[in-house]
């Protein structure tokens, strides 16, 4: 073994704004103190109670990935398990997600985009 992964670290405009959406998603503490690294206006963090660490990077002219298109690939993206996908829609839709893919046909994921589109899914477990 080399490493051991950090943090997840997505580039957006309003690094903050992004933290507390996924707080929503996936509670977890905003900004929590770490000896590993500075906060600062371009830089939030979430400590998610899984022990994971989201980061979110400040980048000027922020261009979002567009899902499906290759032209301007989505580059990463989260798979998020939940118990009951249509609740969990409902929620991450009032939380500022938009959908991508409604997951039409009976499948087990779909895919939305978070504020500064990015996109993640949520997968039935």
Sequence with gaps: MIADVQCVVLDCSEPTKLAEFYQTLLGGAVNQEDRRWALGDGWATLHTRSGLVLAFQRVADHM???????????????????????????????????????????????????????PFCLVRH
């Design 64 to 118: 979002p990935p567009q899902w499906p298109d290759s032209t301007q690939p989505q580059q990463l993206h989260l798979d998020l398990g939940v118990a009951d996908l249509d609740r969990a829609h409902e929620q991450v839709l009032a939380s500022g997600a938009r959908v991508l893919d409604d997951g039409s046909g009976g499948r087990s994921w779909r895919v939305y985009a978070d504020p500064a589109g990015h």
